[in-house]
């Protein structure tokens, strides 16, 4: 199986900054799409970014300008930069990836982390 571990989220005001990562570990045969989900409090999970193995990206329009996801291969990691963040960021972050794993290779599957909390405050 495969598991996602994040880290970053907390405390920040209006117009900051975070960082958010997310490490994958481990039966991976491969991964395609890494990226980023979030959940504000009686709000459905919305995407916020997402990118391919070949670097390839796509943002929520909300985010656009603002926040640039990364990643790290070789280390199967995402990263999630959040620049001039605004209160309506608040959320839980949840990282995710589409992944091969090994024994079921045949079979994308979608893993998910724990979620990080994210709090902009005015």
């Known amino acids: 199986q495969v598991q996602l571990v994040e880290s970053g989220g907390g405390l920040v005001q209006t117009g900051g900054s975070l960082r958010l990562s997310c490490q994958a570990s481990?039966?991976?045969?491969?991964?395609?799409?890494m990226g980023w989900y979030r959940q504000a409090p009686g709000k459905q999970r919305e995407l916020v970014a997402r990118i391919t193995t070949g670097g390839s990206t796509n943002y929520a329009d909300s985010v656009k300008g603002r926040f640039t996801i990364s990643r790290d291969n070789t280390n199967s990691t995402v990263y999630l930069q959040m620049n001039s963040l605004k209160p309506e960021d608040t959320a839980v972050y949840y990282c995710y990836c589409n992944a091969r794993a090994l024994g079921e290779i045949k079979t994308y599957r979608t893993y998910w982390g724990q979620g990080t909390q994210v709090t902009v405050s005015s």
């Open positions: 481990g039966s991976i045969f491969d991964m395609n799409v």
